[in-house]
């Protein structure tokens, strides 16, 4: 039955992605056909009556007829569907509404209908496991094969006033939601799936040490995780747990409970090994480890070539979707290491400049009109009730392929504004990047915050706490000296100056002082993740924050 099942998802699977591929052959004409669909179907809503969709026969038509929304504007829409009013959004009922992955404000109530399934998110969802299943095969071919750290299933999910289950979307049994058999994730029938009766599914620690003890029995030779802060905690949970884990594998147990048979000469060859390398590793664990499945730019672009190596001699990164809770915007097609072409047939994608102020009235730009190096805000209309929504996520085209233009995730839209500087995550990133090639250090993890007062009014000197500056928690690769320490925070200020001219400006007129840089103790920064999650968060949701506005997790990382 294994095989059959992987014959029939293989070939769904690659049928997705052969068929966005021949989509992308005409931009627009796919991009055409995406937006007469939504327009057509949901016509005689009431979203669709007020703003004339009827009337709509084109691109231009739809851009003068509805305004760029954000979630605040379109959000009471949202909240009358939530409440079970029909026809607001979509003529399609909603059958669950989609959590935001946000980590900021109340949880959004993203409406999911079954035609927004069929025709706007299976299609890439399938195809965004192409290249796994294609070239890591054997990863896929087995139940336990993967451990995907993503699936979590919601042992009992909110509703909405309407009783409709409110979750996040790695919660769905899409299976049972929408009947889609084969839609269960690479690793969502692992053994350690379900959780045994004895494990209290609010204690987040527990679960992720059960989940990882019970996959150590297993050849696991995929980890997905989407978001890379999962799998870099990983290596940390390994260190925390090693003696409690090993002797579980010793003892034949799972967390002191009867388990596995027991296996005293892999617990005494799995300590020998982190011995010699000073820490377990996950290549330890699972010497035939073959991929790692998850965002690859962002934060994460400055630690993953090491976390590849900690999980493996050849381990390949393949990078996870653009995408967010209200939709698709990039899949990758072939193996590029960080971007995807855009998902053009689930709905119309649009662009706005990020350097410029996305508003209702922005003019925006289509798919084939992107330019390469080009970065900007992304507004997505689906039929399943979103209508040029600012998705709040920033993109970069990186090349083209055939013409198309790849783009992978730059950052949140979020801006970092103290005085006139208005720094994105992707400038953060990217000046990040500048200062380890300027000076040849390697990094694990960081953030930063504005620090400081400007001055008082009529003042010529700051306030107490000297100039506003950025601060920079940074934990090092290896052992940095103090003059190496200087030299980074130099080349850091430097860097910034160069990818933004508001903050260059800012530093020339004094207005913001130089970059200042503390440096975290090793394990700062999973430590700090370890915490959000024993606090009750989701382990999926705890993400890396290029602007870090928690005070406490500020004075974790600093050890005040």
């Known amino acids: 039955m294994e095989a059959e099942l992987f014959a029939a998802y293989r070939d769904r699977v690659l049928a997705e992605r052969d068929g966005l591929r021949k989509a992308l052959g005409d931009l627009r004409a796919a991009q055409d056909g995406a937006l007469r669909h939504l327009l057509s179907a949901n016509a005689d809503t009431e979203f669709g009556r007020r703003h004339g969709f009827a009337g709509c026969r084109n691109v231009d038509d739809f851009r003068a007829a509805v305004p760029i929304a954000d979630y605040e504007a379109l959000g009471p829409w949202m909240e009358a ?11 399609d009922p909603p059958v669950v509404f989609f959590k935001s992955s946000g980590s900021t404000g109340d ?66 049994d899409f299976g049972r939601a929408f009947g889609e058999r084969l839609s269960a994730e690479p690793g969502s029938r692992a053994p350690w799936s379900t959780l045994p009766s004895f494990v209290d599914p609010a204690d987040h620690p527990r679960r992720e040490y059960v989940r990882l003890r019970t996959a150590m029995a297993h050849d696991v030779r ?35 409970r009867p388990g596995p048979a027991p296996d005293p000469e892999r617990a005494r060859l799995l300590d020998r090994l982190a011995e010699r390398t000073g820490a377990p590793l ?12 998850c965002w690859t730019t962002g934060l994460a672009s400055l630690y993953l070539p090491r976390l590849r190596e900690a999980f493996g001699f050849g381990v390949s990164a393949l990078p996870a979707p653009a995408a967010a809770s209200e939709g698709f915007v990039a899949v990758a097609l072939d193996r590029h290491p960080t971007a995807g072409s855009p998902a053009i047939t689930g709905g119309l994608l649009e662009f706005v400049d990020a350097d410029e102020e996305l508003s209702p009235g922005s003019d925006t730009l289509l798919c084939d009109e992107l330019a390469t190096g080009g970065e900007y805000h992304v507004v997505l209309s689906h039929v399943g009730g979103l209508y040029r929504y600012a998705l709040g996520d920033v993109v970069r085209v990186v090349d083209r392929a055939g013409g198309v233009p ?19 995550e992707g400038h953060v990133v ?28 009529g003042a010529p000197e700051p306030g107490a706490d000297g100039p506003q500056r950025y601060a920079f928690a940074v934990e090092p690769f290896g052992r940095w000296s103090h003059e190496e320490t200087e030299a980074f925070a130099r080349a850091l200020d430097s860097a910034l100056g160069g990818r933004s001219d508001g903050y260059r400006a800012a530093r020339a007129s004094a207005r913001l002082g130089a970059v200042v840089l503390h440096r975290v103790a090793p394990g700062g920064f999973a430590a700090d993740w370890q915490a959000r999650v024993a606090r009750g968060t989701r382990p ?8 870090q506005n928690d005070d406490a997790a500020w004075r974790r990382l600093l050890g005040t």
């Not at 029909?86 to 003529?91: F, G, Q, T």
């Open 282 to 293: 996950p290549a330890h664990v699972w010497p035939r480890m073959e991929v790692l499945f």
């Open 107 to 172: 949880s959004k109530r993203i409406p999911v209908t079954r035609e927004f399934m069929r025709t706007s998110f299976f299609p890439p969802y399938y195809a965004a496991w192409a290249n796994i299943v294609e070239h890591h095969p054997e990863a896929v071919r087995r139940p336990d094969a993967t451990l995907n750290l993503k699936h979590d299933p919601a042992p009992a999910a909110d509703a909405t006033r309407s009783g409709h289950p409110h979750l996040g979307a790695s919660q769905v």
């Open 81 to 91: 569907a939530a409440a079970g009013r029909p026809n607001v959004l979509s003529a």
């Open 540 to 547: 999926a949701q705890v993400k890396d924050r290029v602007f």
């Open 222 to 256: 995929c980890v997905i995780g989407i978001n890379p802060a999962v799998v870099a905690a990983l290596l940390h949970q390994l260190v925390q747990w090693w003696p409690r884990l090993v002797k579980d594998v010793y003892d034949g147990t799972v967390d002191g």
């Open 406 to 424: 790849r783009l992978e995730y730059a950052g949140r839209r979020t801006l970092s504004d103290a005085a006139g500087e208005r720094l994105r």
């Open 430 to 457: 990217s000046a990040l990047h500048g200062a380890t090639r300027a000076t040849g250090l390697e990094i694990r993890n960081a953030t930063c915050r504005v620090t400081g007062h400007p001055p008082r009014p």
